[in-house]
């Protein structure tokens, strides 16, 4: 995949919901939990709307600080609109870090694996978050995920 600034906008500007209930969020979530099993990896899925959590899945393995690093990743999308990779590649692009836009590290986290529910007509309404696999890997999961049940 490719993880360059232009492509990750690219993606966020083609991975948008015609609507968003909590049905999308459950088929999405299972389709990332589904493809971890059947890949033998373990990974933890935070689904939020407005910041209230409607699909959590933690699989057995993970530490506890699982669902922290969902927080800090899903801060960067509820703060910038974008996903927490892009925001990433953005902010290192640019020579700059989290303090420079006085966001603390404890809060914050700029690591791939958190990505903007976007949909047509009302914009950036939630967060689909990963975590347990490396920060790219995170990311590609969702992306996945994303153009599948898009049909993109």
Partial sequence: MDFSYENLV??????????FDSEVAYEIGMKLINRAKKE???IAVSITVARQNIFHYAMDGLGPDADNWLR?????VYEYHKSSLLMGVKLKQEGL??????????DFMTNGGAFPIRVKGAG?????????????????????????????
Avoid: C, S
């Fill in 97 to 106: 870090d989290l303090a420079f836009h006085g966001r603390n590290p404890y």
């Fill in 72 to 76: 800090r990743k899903g801060n960067m």
């Fill in 124 to 152: 950036v309404i939630g967060v689909i978050g990963v975590t347990g696999l490396p920060h790219l890997d995170d990311h590609e999961y969702i992306v996945t995920a994303l153009t599948e049940y898009l049909g993109k």
């Fill in 40 to 42: 033998d990896k373990v």
């Fill in 10 to 19: 690219k993606q966020e500007n083609d991975l948008v919901f015609p609507y």
